[in-house]
């Protein structure tokens, strides 16, 4: 069966150390990926998007790998701040169906 | 610029009533989508738009979900009767392309739905 998995335990990291979030995919084949955030009560926000023939993406403190062979995202956040504190989604487009899939995302808490 | 803006924000109704919520996207986007977001899980897609098109509807619950976009604007997604288990942040956000590589989506705030 297809899946999007991100690790539902909340991860919690002290400020200035650099968070990195996790996203794996089964029986999928992703034209890109996108990273968003969510803040509780408010709609995800966009972050980042990387394609399938792309390593890596940096976006100022934001960092995304992709490794098609691992079925893997990376998602980093460098010198993490408390405004970090954040549910970070992850969503794949489908290749063959322009669907974008969303994972179930994970909650990033930065403490000082 | 002004953003994706969905109404009303929140609704408490009791079952077997009908509920609506109205959706305007970002002036010039062509595709719109509706999405589902239970508690503690990601946004689920119901439908989505190009235009004034449904290209997929292969989520929305026919049944008692009906959704439209006159003019390829504004949209309104519907539920009627609602159930107890369609207690939900619904959703509605926007993008510039059509088709493959749609790119970003820009969501609203949400209409977070209650049912009693």
């Known amino acids: 069966s297809q899946k999007i998995e991100q690790n539902s335990e909340a991860l919690n990291i002290q400020e200035g150390k650099t968070a990195t979030l996790t996203c794996n995919y089964t029986n999928y084949s992703p034209a890109y990926l996108q990273w968003y955030r969510q803040d509780p009560g408010r709609g995800p926000v966009f972050l980042l998007l990387?394609?399938?023939?792309?390593k890596e993406k940096r976006k100022e403190r934001l960092k995304v790998t992709f490794d098609t062979t691992l079925k893997q995202s990376l998602f980093h956040i460098t010198a993490s701040q408390p405004a970090d504190s954040a549910t970070y989604l992850c969503?794949?487009?489908?290749?063959?169906?322009?669907?974008?899939?969303f994972g179930t995302g994970t909650r990033l808490q930065v403490f000082p | 610029e002004a953003g994706v803006v969905q109404s009303p924000r929140y609704k408490i109704i009791e079952k077997k009533q009908p509920v609506a919520f109205w959706c305007n996207p970002i002036?010039?986007?062509?595709?719109l989508y509706w999405y589902l977001q239970n508690l503690g899980q990601g946004p689920e897609l119901l439908i989505r738009?190009?235009?004034?098109?449904?290209?997929?509807d292969s989520q929305l619950p026919k049944d008692r979900f009906s959704a439209e976009r006159l003019k390829g604007v504004d949209s309104t997604l519907k539920i009627q009767p609602a159930e107890l288990g369609d207690s939900a942040v619904y959703l509605c956000?926007?993008?510039?392309?059509?088709?493959?590589?749609?790119?970003?989506?820009?969501f609203g705030e949400g209409s977070r739905l209650t049912v009693l």
């Open positions: 969503a794949l487009a489908e290749g063959s169906t322009d669907k974008l899939i």
């Open positions: 990387i394609r399938e023939n792309e």
């Open positions: 738009y190009e235009n004034e098109e449904a290209v997929d």
């Open positions: 956000a926007s993008s510039i392309g059509t088709g493959r590589w749609t790119g970003e989506l820009f």
């Open positions: 002036s010039g986007h062509n595709t």
